[in-house]
């Protein structure tokens, strides 16, 4: 099935247009055409409420029997629809209360009262491995709605969460088609892999990059530790909860849904550079008569030679339905981003599919399933080409071949030259079986895969940038390089829960879960590199020996294969789990959790951990006292404890291995022989990493839940961290070959703050969001032991600088260099401070901290942090008879950047254009000092250290929905249009493309080596269900 | 009873779930405790301990200092790159902290560490015996040869004897370092084969005289000239060795493995596993661009050459020079003279002519065989020993031998010399060697060993009493806590 999938998506994607494109194009365009205003409309309005306790319920589901145009009450739980006259009955529904169908009466406002099913008061939350009351919530778990799933146009979906749940920082790793995006949950919690887990439908995932926005009905961050223990050594980073649209017995008749969204992309803004004249003016002034005029130079901007605007576009059509016995939701999307340098682009086609079944009353079996084949076209990374390459200098000759750009290449020659592609297909789902054996016990098994096949192909041909008197540049490929890899991927995870719920005499209510699970990942990668391949041709990018060889020598040209795993996905797991939660009278609940993991990757004696976790909640307004607020909707008073796992470590950091990767040469002619040795030495006492993490959170929710807010403080300390530590040189292992050992601690810690305000005027309703939080972290400990380091050095510029030092005391990943102040003004000046053999008048003044009478190495210094104190946003929602407009805001404050990409000056490069406030002569600039093509000015030191505070426009929607429209027989529920911006502008003092500038490495973090900018998109989209 | 099954199927996939399931081995990766366990994991073992010459790390760590801090060169490479990083070196300003001190020193203790596999592992293996002492042979030459880098380079230092050394351990003596050295040259010397006994495949492994004329200048830079004598004379005595004809061809491509090569590195014309990064660091950086343009000659050197040696041109390659019908230019953003405020020149752009190796582009660079021992040292060592042990006359032999290939023929130069006065005759043949095996890393220990180093240094920095050693890497010094002591004056 999937290669047959996979045939049909390889068709599709030979056309720039696809087949879906088309289709739900042509749909479109019938539809606008079909539909007619519809007669016979009145207006109904009601409120629902629960029977018992007579509040409102906000979010029921309300259609018209056989319709499906329906709405859903608003949170203090009214409702209104356009309805047909001859209309008689609407159907109520929702999670955790009995469906209801009444009969209409258009003459009253009506009042309907809903049954619960199993003494269930409030919104259902989901958690891990079930779903919980939110009154019975002792874990701080951050919601995003569904209605702000999608908007930000990414292929990743967790975009969406960024500015929109406190607690979560979201940084683009780059802005080049299917990058991703780093995550980081209340703080970086190790030095490792810090991002959370995944999990969807219950399938635990490493990332969702495969999923369509539109698929996804909801997303919950569980944060600390009562939310989060459950999921034992994964846990630690956090854990983002994604469920998938399901189809439901209220869609008899199935929903078709149609969205569709092309946009534009563009750079949202240039890097202020010397232009041609600038730069040669001051050339002369570095060496005099470099340039002869410069009035004559050429002037030529690489960066409007580079960056396009280019298009994205985003389909889907979507089909629900069900009845008693079966549901069903089934999808297919595609999305296409051309990146702002081209070629590079991503497009994936998503396959969705998910089932339920019901079989006699006890049985249910079902299946969520993903398949989304996608293609990317890698550019090779010329930002930091633009940045240097000197505006003096032609991209093309006349005769149209490519211009020489000393010292970097001619970057339009590169990308002209690269052909790297990234085919792959990945499938993720599960198939589960429930067996409810009465209301209060449900015996659940799923088994879920994530199957993921990766083809990488690049090629280079050989090529040659000619000087302009015909000699050969630096810029050149003597022989044609072709490398391929593929990798493949999957796991199984087998998960059995037993769940038991019951309210003893509606005062005792007790949730119990038990647990088993099982995961096994398994990979493998085969990659092979070659040159001289017999033609350029794409029909000939294969790695055959008769057609790649070096005819001079008379040899194949085969130069490297690997065949092995990925050591990150090779490992297995059994765990353990248990919860329960205990709610006496509404009013007091206790949460107690317990996981134990068991994992391969760690030697006997350490295979196993146990993540336990303790939560206190107190609903305040349960306490007769509180009754009297009548405002007062809901004060709930929580704590929790607990001690979650880490285990993101390569499974084969414990043993001592074989370097079999070596060679040696002899004999003459030289030739190659094989050689083997030890490698460098394992740890075999690696255990987990452990996160204590303590939570105190109050949530209120006020006039009639107009104003609900939510408080957290948390402080999290995780030890045992792995990290890689340098160890003395005499034990043989090689420069730059660390240890992985359990050696440091780190500490978060911070409040979290969000506040949501709605309400409605009339046909207007808006709301405001904001959230915030703060950051502090810490390192409490590092190394100790003999022969083991205590700091841990990062941050890795181009030439082998340094510039991130992470020690006791300081945040992860502090950058670290020398200080400045001012410049040397005249000699005087020069004579009293100690400076550097290098430095003369005009030049930057370092600081000798250590007052030792002399500039090194030891006067370096913590400069700023990576991480920032304050993360921040805030978002309006406004809806008015139809339209739509929605503001999202986001930002942060306190971080610093690290403009690594001004530091490395090996060769005469452009300069950014503050350079040309230089200093000239005694007084004629404080800070900027006397240009130079690199050496002492460009040491690393605070002078490279910017702000990395900004405040973003992350999106601005304007919408309008139609109502009462026909097509054909049929009603319309929904038909909305919009137009819709992201990243409008950013405000910020940071002079590259984004102060947003994410690392996986968390020691290498907001360092700019020259990124892919983010995108600016302004697109528009149709979205119709009928 | 439905309730109790489940459970009961439940319990049972628990107890099932066997710690087998739990452990799972490295993929196609062996682990150390399964090797080296047959003869051809042997001769694995033993390959990889050569493969430690070819890393980057192990030229004095990647760059050639032991030249930029000697009279003969300077930094090189465009005067801004790698200026804060290799630069101080040119003048002794470097600090414990300088770049590249723990690149040599974590490259050589792992150098070491794989000639200690081959050590204590291989007798452990069933194989045959003579084999196995080649094996080990070889082995103690590699540790012998680290070592001795690096006691000079940094004096005393820990010895590492075993696979599995004490993370902390403190410093042995540089006469017990060098007991080491002796000790393992004399098993090479005796369980090694003569250069001429290995087949053409297997030329480049370490020999007898290799290890012998290793141990010789052990010997000279201890000051026993007797024992090194004696090594050096059985050497040239045996007849296996000459001066290649054309000097180019002593460290060219032509001459690899040749008459004059005793103990050279093989290398192949490629970037990466193959290929020696030692060229590609002082190739020329201009047109055509070969290298990175480290190590570029001094004033001094061009002028230590006698008019008309023939082994100027094979050693400096100015610009303008036209080798292999390819003209060299200079760096056009960097200036080719560097004059000082009286006009004197005092630098000229200029690339070592002994790395050179024909071709365009920078991987070709990489095929270079190091020569780290040639006949032409051998026989001016063995002059200095004679010298040294009042033979002057036989002295005259050698020195003179040496001179008469770089006179290129020409007879009207480089006249033999005569003298046999001691010190004239000491001072003629470091002149010797200086111009003889310029830009090769001898310079500076040459000048470090005798008395000549403070004369000849102190201009440019250097200080009696400090600058014979290299600190210690002050990141070892920190790892150490306490167990390592930084040498004198650092």
């Given at each position: 099935?999937i290669l047959s999938l996979y045939?049909?998506?390889?068709?599709?994607?030979?056309?720039?247009?696809?087949?879906?494109?088309?289709?739900?194009?042509?749909i479109?365009?019938?539809?606008?055409?079909?539909?007619s205003?519809?007669y016979?409309?009145?207006?109904?309005?009601?409120l629902?409420?629960?029977?018992e306790?007579?509040?409102p319920?906000?979010?029921?589901?309300i259609?018209?029997?056989?319709?499906?145009?329906g709405?859903s009450?608003d949170?203090?739980g009214?409702?209104?629809?356009?309805?047909?006259?001859?209309?008689?009955?609407?159907?109520l529904?929702?999670?955790?209360?009995k469906?209801?169908?009444?009969?209409?009466?258009?003459?009253?406002?009506l009042?309907?009262?809903l049954?619960?099913?199993?003494?269930?008061?409030?919104?259902?939350v989901?958690?891990g491995y079930g779903?919980?009351?939110?009154?019975?919530?002792?874990?701080a778990?951050?919601?995003l709605k569904?209605?702000?799933?999608?908007?930000?146009?990414?292929?990743?979906?967790?975009?969406?969460?960024?500015?929109?749940v406190?607690?979560?920082q979201?940084?683009?790793?780059s802005?080049?088609?299917?990058?991703?995006?780093?995550?980081?949950?209340?703080?970086v919690?190790?030095?490792?892999?810090?991002s959370?887990?995944?999990v969807v439908?219950?399938?635990i995932?490493?990332?969702i990059?495969f999923?369509?926005?539109?698929d996804?009905k909801?997303?919950?961050?569980?944060?600390?530790?009562?939310?989060?223990a459950i999921?034992?050594?994964?846990?630690?980073?956090?854990?983002?909860?994604?469920?998938?649209?399901?189809?439901?017995s209220?869609?008899?008749?199935?929903?078709?849904?149609?969205?569709t969204?092309?946009?534009v992309?563009?750079?949202?803004?240039k890097?202020?550079?010397?232009?041609g004249?600038?730069?040669?003016?001051?050339?002369?002034e570095i060496?005099?008569g470099?340039?002869?005029?410069?009035?004559?130079?050429?002037?030529?901007?690489w960066?409007d030679?580079?960056?396009t605007?280019?298009?994205?576009q985003n389909?889907?059509?979507?089909?629900?339905?069900?009845?008693?016995?079966t549901?069903?939701?089934?999808?297919?999307?595609?999305?296409?981003?051309?990146?702002?340098?081209?070629?590079?682009?991503y497009?994936?086609?998503?396959?969705?599919?998910?089932n339920?079944?019901?079989?006699?009353?006890?049985?249910?079996?079902?299946n969520?399933?993903?398949?989304?084949?996608?293609?990317?076209r890698?550019?090779?990374d010329?930002?930091?080409?633009?940045?240097?390459?000197q505006p003096v200098?032609?991209?093309?000759?006349e005769?149209?071949s490519?211009?020489?750009?000393?010292?970097?290449?001619?970057?339009l020659?590169d990308?002209?030259?690269s052909n790297?592609?990234?085919?792959g297909?990945?499938?993720?789902?599960?198939?589960?079986?429930?067996?409810?054996?009465?209301e209060?016990?449900?015996?659940?098994?799923s088994?879920g895969?994530?199957v993921?096949?990766?083809?990488?192909?690049?090629f280079?041909?050989a090529?040659?940038?000619?000087?302009?008197?015909?000699?050969?540049?630096?810029?050149?490929?003597?022989?044609?390089?072709i490398?391929?890899?593929?990798?493949?991927?999957?796991?199984?995870?087998?998960e059995n829960?037993?769940?038991f719920?019951?309210?003893?005499s509606k005062v005792?209510?007790?949730n119990?879960l038990a647990?088993f699970t099982m995961?096994?990942?398994?990979?493998?990668?085969i990659?092979?590199?070659?040159q001289?391949?017999?033609?350029?041709?794409?029909?000939?990018?294969?790695?055959?020996?008769?057609?790649?060889?070096?005819?001079?020598n008379?040899?194949?040209?085969?130069?490297?294969i690997?065949?092995?795993?990925?050591p990150?996905?090779?490992y297995?797991?059994?765990?353990?789990?248990?919860?329960?939660?205990?709610?006496f009278?509404?009013?007091?609940?206790?949460?107690?959790?317990?996981?134990?993991d068991g994992?391969?990757?760690f030697?006997e004696?350490?295979?196993w951990?146990i993540?336990?976790?303790?939560?206190?909640?107190?609903?305040?307004?349960?306490?007769?006292?509180?009754?009297?607020?009548?405002?007062?909707d809901?004060?709930?008073?929580?704590?929790?404890?607990?001690v979650i796992g880490?285990?993101?470590?390569?499974?084969f950091?414990?043993?001592?291995?074989v370097?079999?990767?070596?060679?040696?040469?002899?004999g003459?002619?030289?030739?190659a022989y094989?050689?083997?040795?030890?490698?460098?030495?394992?740890?075999?006492?690696?255990?987990?990493?452990?996160t204590?993490q303590?939570?105190?959170?109050?949530e209120m929710?006020?006039f009639?839940?107009?104003?609900t807010?939510?408080?957290?403080?948390?402080?999290?300390?995780?030890?045992d961290?792995?990290?890689?530590?340098?160890?003395?040189?005499?034990i043989?292992n090689?420069?730059g070959?660390?240890?992985?050992?359990?050696a440091?601690?780190?500490?978060?810690?911070?409040?979290?703050?969000?506040?949501?305000?709605?309400?409605?005027?009339?046909?207007?309703?808006?709301s405001?969001?904001?959230i915030?939080?703060?950051?502090?972290n810490?390192i409490?400990?590092?190394?100790?032991?003999?022969?083991?380091?205590?700091t841990?050095?990062?941050?890795?510029?181009?030439?082998?600088?340094q510039v991130?030092?992470?020690k006791?005391?300081?945040?992860?990943?502090?950058?670290?260099?020398?200080k400045?102040?001012?410049?040397?003004?005249?000699q005087?000046?020069?004579?009293h401070y100690?400076?550097?053999?290098?430095?003369?008048?005009?030049?930057?003044?370092?600081?000798?901290?250590?007052?030792d009478?002399?500039?090194?190495g030891?006067?370096?210094?913590?400069?700023?942090?990576?991480?920032?104190?304050?993360?921040?946003?805030w978002s309006?929602d406004?809806e008015y008879?139809?339209?739509?407009?929605?503001?999202n805001?986001?930002?942060q404050?306190?971080?610093?950047?690290?403009?690594?990409?001004?530091?490395?000056?090996?060769d005469?490069?452009?300069?950014?254009?503050?350079?040309w406030?230089?200093?000239?002569?005694?007084?004629?600039?404080?800070?900027?000092?006397?240009?130079?093509?690199g050496?002492?000015n460009?040491?690393?030191?605070?002078?490279f250290?910017?702000?990395?505070?900004?405040l973003?426009?992350?999106?601005?929607i304007?919408?309008?929905?139609?109502?009462?429209?026909?097509?054909?027989?049929?009603?319309?529920?929904?038909?909305?249009?919009?137009?819709?911006a992201?990243?409008?502008?950013?405000?910020?003092?940071?002079?590259?493309?984004?102060?947003?500038?994410?690392?996986?490495?968390v020691?290498?973090?907001s360092?700019?080596?020259?990124i892919?900018?983010?995108?600016?998109i302004?697109?528009?989209?149709m979205t119709t269900?009928? | 009873?439905?309730?109790?099954s489940?459970?009961?199927i439940?319990?049972?996939?628990?107890?099932v779930?066997?710690s087998?399931?739990?452990?799972?081995?490295?993929?196609?990766?062996?682990t150390?405790?399964?090797?080296p366990?047959?003869p051809?994991?042997a001769?694995?073992?033993?390959?990889?301990?050569?493969?430690?010459?070819?890393?980057?790390?192990?030229?004095?760590?990647?760059?050639?200092?032991?030249?930029?801090m000697?009279d003969?060169a300077h930094?090189?490479s465009?005067p801004?790159?790698?200026?804060n990083?290799?630069?101080?070196?040119?003048n002794?300003?470097?600090?414990?902290?300088?770049?590249?001190?723990?690149?040599?020193?974590n490259?050589?203790?792992?150098?070491?560490?794989?000639?200690?596999?081959?050590?204590?592992?291989?007798?452990?293996?069933?194989?045959?015996e003579?084999?196995?002492n080649?094996?080990?042979?070889?082995?103690?030459?590699?540790?012998?040869?680290?070592?001795?880098?690096?006691?000079r380079?940094?004096?005393?230092i820990?010895?590492?004897l075993?696979?599995?050394?004490?993370f902390?351990?403190?410093q042995?003596?540089?006469?017990?370092?060098?007991?080491?050295?002796?000790e393992?040259?004399?098993?090479?010397?005796?369980?090694?084969p003569?250069k001429k006994?290995?087949?053409?495949?297997?030329?480049g492994?370490?020999?007898s005289?290799?290890?012998?004329?290793?141990?010789a200048?052990?010997?000279?830079f201890?000051?026993n000239f007797?024992?090194?004598?004696?090594?050096?004379?059985d050497?040239?005595?045996s007849?296996?060795?000459?001066l290649?004809?054309d000097y180019?061809d002593?460290?060219?491509?032509?001459?690899?493995?040749?008459i004059e090569?005793?103990?050279?590195?093989?290398a192949?014309?490629?970037?990466?596993?193959?290929?020696?990064?030692y060229?590609?660091?002082?190739?020329?950086?201009?047109?055509p661009?070969?290298?990175?343009?480290f190590?570029q000659?001094s004033?001094?050197?061009?002028n230590?050459?006698?008019?008309?040696?023939?082994?100027?041109?094979?050693?400096?390659?100015?610009?303008?020079?036209?080798?292999?019908?390819?003209?060299i230019?200079?760096?056009?953003?960097?200036?080719?003279?560097v004059?000082d405020e009286?006009?004197?020149?005092?630098?000229?752009?200029?690339?070592?002519?002994?790395?050179?190796?024909?071709?365009?582009?920078?991987?070709?660079?990489?095929?270079?065989?190091?020569?780290?021992?040639?006949?032409?040292?051998?026989?001016?060592?063995a002059a200095?020993?004679?010298?040294?042990?009042?033979?002057p006359?036989?002295?005259?032999?050698?020195?003179n031998?040496?001179?008469?290939?770089?006179?290129?023929?020409?007879d009207?130069i480089?006249p033999?010399?005569?003298s046999?006065?001691?010190?004239?005759?000491?001072?003629?043949?470091?002149?010797?060697?200086?111009?003889?095996?310029?830009?090769?890393?001898?310079r500076?220990?040459?000048?470090?060993r005798?008395?000549?180093?403070e004369?000849?240094?102190?201009?440019?920095?250097?200080?009696?009493?400090?600058h014979?050693?290299?600190?210690?890497?002050?990141?070892?010094i920190?790892?150490s806590?306490?167990s390592l002591?930084?040498?004198?004056?650092?």
């Amino acid at each position: 099935m999937i290669l047959s999938l996979y045939k049909s998506y390889s068709i599709s994607f030979s056309e720039r247009f696809t087949l879906v494109h088309i289709i739900t194009f042509t749909i479109s365009i019938a539809f606008l055409c079909c539909i007619s205003p519809l007669y016979g409309q009145v207006k109904i309005t009601g409120l629902i409420f629960d029977s018992e306790s007579e509040e409102p319920i906000p979010g029921v589901n309300i259609i018209v029997k056989d319709k499906l145009n329906g709405t859903s009450t608003d949170k203090q739980g009214y409702f209104s629809l356009s309805i047909e006259e001859n209309d008689q009955f609407l159907v109520l529904s929702y999670i955790g209360y009995k469906t209801k169908v009444v009969e209409i009466d258009t003459m009253s406002i009506l009042r309907i009262e809903l049954e619960q099913i199993v003494g269930t008061l409030d919104e259902i939350v989901v958690v891990g491995y079930g779903s919980l009351r939110k009154r019975d919530l002792t874990g701080a778990i951050g919601r995003l709605k569904s209605e702000d799933i999608g908007k930000i146009s990414s292929l990743n979906a967790e975009q969406s969460l960024q500015g929109k749940v406190a607690g979560v920082q979201i940084s683009t790793i780059s802005g080049a088609p299917g990058a991703g995006a780093a995550v980081r949950i209340r703080g970086v919690g190790t030095f490792g892999n810090s991002s959370p887990v995944y999990v969807v439908d219950g399938v635990i995932l490493d990332d969702i990059q495969f999923l369509n926005s539109s698929d996804i009905k909801s997303m919950e961050v569980l944060k600390d530790a009562s939310a989060t223990a459950i999921y034992g050594s994964r846990g630690a980073n956090g854990v983002i909860l994604v469920q998938t649209n399901k189809g439901s017995s209220l869609f008899e008749k199935p929903v078709i849904t149609i969205s569709t969204e092309t946009g534009v992309q563009q750079l949202e803004k240039k890097i202020d550079l010397l232009d041609g004249k600038e730069f040669a003016i001051i050339a002369n002034e570095i060496r005099a008569g470099t340039y002869n005029n410069v009035d004559v130079v050429p002037n030529t901007d690489w960066q409007d030679l580079v960056f396009t605007s280019t298009p994205q576009q985003n389909h889907q059509i979507s089909i629900k339905g069900g009845n008693n016995k079966t549901d069903y939701y089934l999808s297919i999307g595609y999305f296409r981003q051309d990146g702002i340098i081209q070629p590079s682009s991503y497009q994936r086609l998503n396959l969705k599919l998910n089932n339920s079944y019901k079989f006699r009353r006890k049985v249910r079996i079902g299946n969520n399933i993903t398949i989304a084949p996608f293609e990317q076209r890698v550019v090779p990374d010329v930002t930091f080409q633009l940045y240097r390459a000197q505006p003096v200098m032609v991209p093309y000759y006349e005769d149209g071949s490519f211009g020489v750009v000393p010292n970097v290449g001619n970057p339009l020659a590169d990308i002209a030259n690269s052909n790297s592609y990234n085919n792959g297909t990945r499938a993720v789902g599960n198939i589960f079986a429930e067996y409810i054996f009465n209301e209060s016990l449900l015996f659940r098994t799923s088994f879920g895969t994530d199957v993921s096949v990766n083809k990488y192909k690049s090629f280079t041909p050989a090529f040659t940038v000619f000087n302009p008197d015909g000699s050969p540049s630096q810029q050149n490929n003597n022989f044609s390089d072709i490398l391929k890899s593929n990798s493949f991927g999957y796991n199984w995870l087998w998960e059995n829960t037993l769940n038991f719920i019951h309210d003893f005499s509606k005062v005792h209510n007790v949730n119990l879960l038990a647990g088993f699970t099982m995961q096994e990942t398994r990979s493998e990668i085969i990659g092979l590199a070659g040159q001289n391949v017999i033609r350029d041709g794409e029909d000939f990018w294969y790695i055959l020996p008769p057609y790649i060889r070096d005819e001079s020598n008379n040899i194949d040209m085969v130069n490297s294969i690997y065949n092995g795993v990925d050591p990150n996905r090779y490992y297995n797991m059994i765990s353990y789990l248990g919860r329960i939660v205990y709610s006496f009278n509404d009013t007091y609940i206790t949460t107690l959790s317990l996981r134990s993991d068991g994992s391969s990757k760690f030697s006997e004696g350490n295979k196993w951990g146990i993540f336990p976790s303790i939560a206190f909640g107190w609903n305040i307004d349960q306490e007769n006292l509180m009754k009297e607020f009548q405002d007062l909707d809901f004060l709930k008073l929580r704590f929790s404890w607990g001690v979650i796992g880490n285990e993101r470590i390569t499974y084969f950091d414990r043993f001592s291995r074989v370097n079999a990767g070596l060679q040696a040469i002899f004999g003459n002619p030289d030739a190659a022989y094989v050689a083997s040795t030890y490698g460098k030495l394992g740890n075999p006492n690696l255990k987990w990493e452990s996160t204590t993490q303590t939570d105190i959170g109050l949530e209120m929710g006020l006039f009639n839940y107009r104003l609900t807010t939510e408080i957290d403080y948390y402080k999290r300390i995780t030890d045992d961290i792995l990290v890689e530590l340098s160890t003395p040189g005499h034990i043989g292992n090689g420069q730059g070959q660390k240890i992985r050992y359990n050696a440091a601690s780190v500490q978060n810690k911070g409040i979290e703050f969000s506040l949501d305000w709605s309400d409605k005027f009339n046909d207007l309703s808006y709301s405001i969001g904001i959230i915030a939080n703060t950051i502090h972290n810490e390192i409490l400990e590092i190394g100790g032991s003999d022969g083991i380091d205590s700091t841990l050095i990062g941050g890795n510029l181009a030439n082998g600088q340094q510039v991130t030092l992470s020690k006791v005391g300081l945040p992860i990943g502090a950058f670290y260099g020398y200080k400045t102040d001012g410049i040397f003004q005249n000699q005087n000046e020069l004579d009293h401070y100690p400076h550097l053999s290098q430095a003369s008048i005009g030049d930057l003044r370092i600081l000798d901290l250590n007052s030792d009478g002399i500039i090194n190495g030891d006067d370096r210094t913590y400069l700023g942090s990576p991480i920032p104190d304050f993360v921040y946003g805030w978002s309006i929602d406004i809806e008015y008879s139809g339209f739509d407009f929605s503001m999202n805001f986001q930002g942060q404050i306190g971080n610093n950047i690290f403009n690594g990409k001004n530091v490395v000056r090996p060769d005469p490069y452009n300069f950014e254009k503050h350079v040309w406030d230089r200093w000239t002569n005694e007084g004629s600039s404080l800070f900027e000092p006397k240009p130079s093509y690199g050496g002492y000015n460009y040491l690393p030191s605070d002078r490279f250290i910017h702000d990395g505070s900004y405040l973003r426009l992350r999106s601005l929607i304007l919408g309008y929905s139609f109502s009462n429209l026909k097509l054909g027989d049929g009603n319309i529920n929904e038909l909305r249009l919009y137009v819709k911006a992201n990243n409008l502008f950013t405000k910020t003092s940071y002079s590259g493309y984004t102060p947003e500038i994410g690392s996986y490495d968390v020691l290498s973090s907001s360092i700019d080596k020259g990124i892919y900018p983010i995108p600016r998109i302004l697109s528009f989209g149709m979205t119709t269900s009928f | 009873m439905k309730l109790v099954s489940i459970i009961g199927i439940f319990g049972l996939i628990a107890l099932v779930s066997c710690s087998d399931f739990l452990s799972v081995n490295p993929q196609s990766e062996l682990t150390q405790e399964a090797f080296p366990s047959s003869p051809n994991d042997a001769f694995h073992a033993t390959n990889a301990v050569y493969s430690t010459l070819r890393n980057w790390h192990y030229h004095s760590g990647g760059f050639p200092i032991l030249d930029i801090m000697s009279d003969d060169a300077h930094k090189g490479s465009n005067p801004n790159d790698a200026l804060n990083t290799v630069g101080p070196y040119d003048n002794f300003m470097h600090t414990t902290t300088q770049d590249g001190l723990d690149r040599w020193w974590n490259g050589l203790y792992q150098g070491i560490r794989r000639a200690n596999v081959v050590i204590e592992k291989l007798p452990l293996i069933t194989m045959d015996e003579s084999l196995k002492n080649k094996y080990i042979g070889e082995a103690k030459f590699l540790r012998a040869l680290y070592y001795f880098d690096l006691v000079r380079a940094f004096g005393s230092i820990p010895i590492v004897l075993t696979t599995n050394p004490e993370f902390r351990l403190s410093q042995s003596a540089v006469v017990e370092v060098y007991n080491v050295i002796e000790e393992d040259l004399r098993f090479a010397i005796k369980n090694l084969p003569l250069k001429k006994q290995y087949m053409p495949k297997n030329i480049g492994r370490a020999s007898s005289d290799a290890a012998s004329v290793l141990l010789a200048k052990v010997f000279i830079f201890n000051n026993n000239f007797l024992e090194a004598e004696d090594l050096l004379l059985d050497v040239i005595q045996s007849g296996d060795y000459d001066l290649e004809p054309d000097y180019y061809d002593a460290n060219g491509p032509n001459g690899e493995h040749g008459i004059e090569s005793i103990f050279e590195i093989g290398a192949i014309s490629t970037e990466g596993g193959q290929g020696n990064q030692y060229a590609n660091t002082q190739g020329v950086r201009g047109s055509p661009n070969r290298g990175w343009g480290f190590n570029q000659p001094s004033i001094d050197l061009r002028n230590a050459f006698e008019y008309g040696d023939v082994r100027k041109k094979a050693t400096i390659i100015e610009l303008g020079d036209v080798i292999d019908g390819i003209t060299i230019l200079g760096d056009s953003f960097t200036p080719d003279i560097v004059r000082d405020e009286n006009g004197q020149i005092v630098r000229m752009e200029g690339y070592n002519r002994k790395v050179w190796i024909p071709g365009l582009s920078t991987d070709t660079q990489y095929g270079h065989n190091r020569r780290l021992i040639r006949y032409a040292d051998v026989l001016l060592l063995a002059a200095e020993a004679l010298n040294e042990n009042n033979k002057p006359e036989e002295a005259l032999i050698f020195i003179n031998q040496i001179r008469k290939r770089a006179r290129g023929g020409n007879d009207a130069i480089l006249p033999d010399i005569i003298s046999v006065d001691k010190s004239f005759l000491r001072e003629k043949i470091h002149q010797e060697r200086r111009v003889e095996l310029a830009l090769e890393g001898h310079r500076f220990w040459d000048l470090v060993r005798t008395q000549f180093a403070e004369p000849i240094l102190a201009p440019y920095g250097y200080q009696k009493g400090k600058h014979e050693l290299l600190p210690i890497p002050q990141s070892e010094i920190d790892l150490s806590k306490g167990s390592l002591t930084q040498n004198p004056n650092w």
